[in-house]
């Protein structure tokens, strides 16, 4: 019977050795990918610059939908932000999805808003609207109260109520940088087939905000939001950068995203049962635009920024993340005809693979490697050559991945000025190593298991408001 | 050259001139490294000639026009419009197809800056079958942009004859900005189209250049099944003064009720 088992310990030692060596060759990939794709990106900006046309009549006009529930401490500071926007032609939608706290009333105080009439001009499914208010101050700015029915359905909802070729999906409690939407609709207006294109998410926590702007750039102090800062550098900068420059991209945060209306009216608007109908919605613009032979084209924008609260407790953490699991396995199950199908090309053979493979089934994998490996030490069953591996490929080819994640933010965008805080970013690369990722790689197993019970929903997200931003 | 090239996208006439002398003595070596290294150098070299080189490197300039990369020849584009020289209208017009994809707006707005001594050459184009409907799309935007009168009779003239959608679009949006009466039969008859997104064109249209004879067709339209239909129909009706109608609609039971109550509010 210990045979056995001590067998089966072994053959998991070698999957899980097999996982860090292809996770980490895929994720070094990418980032030379993202190398490449930023210094790519930086030439062609510097020969073609066309700030000017994107401030000027060229430039698409963009409706952006903030879907919130219970956001009353970031709301209005969020609204600001977004009003406070350069472009030339846009209309914010804020998408009230049935609070209970004081969200609506907030925004209406603040933006001096009254209730008006407002047709919608397309009908994808969504909860009943309440009231529809636009404020007095800001021609541009509408509120839609709403019954409670999800983000996917707060997103549908607004979208019913854009007009403009172009929409933007946000989270209310992101801060745009001024000069965003300036930046992400470059794609736009360089190649008329582009159908979705996405920004780059910071973490703002720890740094200085004052009239919904991000004034200072500041590692926070919390040690769980500094991992997730190098967390998000790697995921955006390396990853989806460098997914980006492969033309594979299969997710574009719902954190802040670009899209041509009329083609994800045409393909069913967003997925409301599904938590992560950002991921489902880039994956079924691909199916659509593939099976319908229409030509396009999805792409990552490095330097348009949308600023971010992340959780600063474990349990806020977890829930966060165990939604995030859910919704990437919803996803991936949902649309499982592109795994190793000749008709979705690369995506098909690379970055659905990938993402089925390392993302959906990586942390049980992982989580079993960990327990498999302290099991071994425990009871002195382990060989110096296999330490030495495993140690080298789940750690330090990891850590490897980090600094260079963080090489790449110095070498392009320098956004945290403060030497201290790069020093404090190239060390998180390995103290992260040391229960961070443990923690993660649990709470996405868990996700995995919670999936079948189909919660729906927001997800409580403890947020301390960018008023007590320091 | 870099450190130029920064201050020179912020300056014009006289200052732009003096970095120009600056960068004169290197041209010739840029010049000669022109179809040297990848892309981005020889996108970087026509910029560099673009900005300073004028027009003693124009053929340089003319010659990246018809490079295989579109980036370059795009560079090369902006330049030469940029500097506003009619020698070079006609092969801007036609360097223009190598830009398919690329937004047509953008493009407009960069022709249109050339200026009023461009019309005839923009109009040419703009009438030019042997052009592809694109190329024609961008002219008849430009066109719209620099307010030319007279080219609403070729638009006019195109929509009659059968045309890609795209460029029928264009000539409907150019006939409703600078169109007149004489127009607006031939709009009227475009209100009946199959296409949704025509109908709601020509309606919009029909907004600025229709009168009171056109109100069975724009009270019909309320009930048209597409919303933008229903949108421009009571945009047209508020546009034609018939606010007591629209506001009658706003109080009624009508499924657009709440769409005239909106028009009737923003607008």
């Known amino acids: 019977m210990m045979r056995i088992l001590w067998t089966f310990i072994t053959c998991v030692n070698y999957t899980v050795l097999a996982y860090f060596f292809l996770l980490n060759t895929v994720y070094l990939t990418t980032s030379l990918f993202a190398f490449w794709g930023l210094r790519q990106y930086r030439r062609k900006k510097r020969n073609i610059n066309i700030d000017d046309q994107t401030a000027s009549k060229a430039a698409l006009p963009i409706t952006v939908i903030a879907p919130a529930h219970n956001e009353e401490l970031t709301a209005v500071a969020s609204m600001k932000s977004l009003l406070n926007l350069i472009y030339p032609e846009f209309e914010v939608i804020a998408v009230n999805d049935g609070s209970t706290d004081q969200t609506v009333q907030r925004l209406v105080d603040a933006f001096n808003m009254a209730p008006a009439p407002r047709f919608p001009m397309a009908s994808l499914p969504a909860s009943a609207v309440l009231q529809i208010y636009h404020s007095k101050t800001y021609p541009n700015f509408w509120l839609i109260d709403k019954v409670n029915g999800g983000k996917a359905d707060a997103l549908n909802c607004g979208l019913n109520f854009a007009r403009t070729p172009l929409f933007c999906a946000i989270d209310s409690d992101s801060l745009l940088e001024r000069e965003a939407l300036k930046r992400i609709v470059r794609p736009f207006l360089e190649d008329t087939t582009t159908v979705a294109s996405g920004g780059i998410i910071r973490i703002v926590n720890g740094c200085t905000v004052s009239g919904g702007i991000v004034n200072e750039v500041k590692l926070p102090k919390n040690w769980l939001a500094k991992f997730q800062v190098l967390e998000y550098l790697r995921a955006f900068l390396s990853g989806r950068i460098g997914w980006s420059a492969m033309n594979a991209i299969l997710v574009i945060s719902g954190a802040f995203g670009l899209f041509r209306r009329s083609i994800v009216i045409d393909c069913g608007g967003f997925d409301r049962n599904t938590v992560g109908e950002d991921m489902e919605l880039v994956i079924r613009l691909h199916r659509y635009c593939r099976e319908k032979k229409i030509p396009y084209k999805i792409t990552y924008v490095p330097d348009p920024v949308a600023w971010t609260e992340c959780p600063e407790n474990i349990r806020t953490l977890g829930r966060q993340r165990d939604r995030w699991q859910r919704g990437l396995t919803e996803s991936l199950l949902k649309h499982i005809v592109f795994l190793f199908n000749p008709r979705y090309g690369r995506l098909g053979f690379i970055a659905y693979p990938y993402f089925f493979f390392l993302e959906f089934l990586g942390p049980v994998i992982e989580t079993l490697g960990y327990v498999s490996f302290a099991l071994c030490i425990i009871f002195g069953k382990i060989s110096q050559d296999f330490m030495v591996a495993f140690l080298i490929l789940a750690f330090i080819f990891g850590m490897i991945l980090s600094i260079i994640a963080v090489s790449l933010e110095e070498l392009s965008f320098q956004r945290y000025p403060r030497l201290k805080d790069i020093g404090q970013l190239f060390l998180l690369a390995i103290v992260e190593n040391l229960g961070y990722r443990q923690i993660l790689s649990y709470y996405r197993v868990k996700g995995i298991f919670t999936m079948f019970s189909r919660t729906k929903g927001w997800g409580k997200m403890q947020r301390k408001g960018f008023a007590a931003t320091p | ?267």
């Open chain 2, 1 to 267: 050259m870099d450190f130029l090239m920064e201050h020179a996208s912020r300056l014009r006439g006289e200052e732009l001139l003096i970095l120009s002398s600056i960068a004169a003595p290197y041209l010739r070596g840029i010049a000669q490294t022109f179809n040297r290294g990848d892309l981005y150098h020889q996108a970087w070299a026509t910029r560099i000639l673009g900005t300073f080189g004028l027009p003693v490197y124009r053929p340089y300039l003319l010659s990246a026009l018809s490079h295989r990369s579109p980036h370059v020849v795009m560079t090369a584009f902006r330049c030469l419009i940029a500097y506003g020289d009619p020698q070079s209208f006609d092969i801007l017009v036609w360097s223009l197809s190598r830009f398919e994809k690329w937004n047509r707006n953008l493009l407009a707005l960069l022709v249109a800056s050339i200026g009023k001594n461009s019309i005839e050459v923009i109009r040419k184009g703009f009438e030019d079958e042997s052009q592809p409907y694109f190329v024609r799309v961008i002219l008849c935007t430009a066109l719209r942009e620099m307010g030319d009168i007279p080219s609403a009779d070729i638009a006019a003239k195109i929509l009659r004859k059968k045309t890609h959608i795209e460029l029928a679009f264009a000539c409907i949006r150019l006939i409703r900005n600078l169109g007149g009466k004489q127009h607006a039969d031939l709009i009227r008859s475009l209100c009946g189209q199959e296409n949704k997104m025509f109908r709601a064109q020509a309606i919009r249209a029909i907004g600025r250049l229709g009168d009171e004879t056109d109100l069975p067709l724009l009270k019909a339209g309320l009930d048209d099944p597409s919303p933008w239909v229903a949108l421009y129909c009571a945009t047209a009706l508020k546009d034609i003064h018939m606010e007591p109608l629209l506001k009658e609609i706003a109080r009624s039971n009508h499924p657009r009720a709440a769409l005239a109550s909106q028009v009737l509010e923003l607008s």
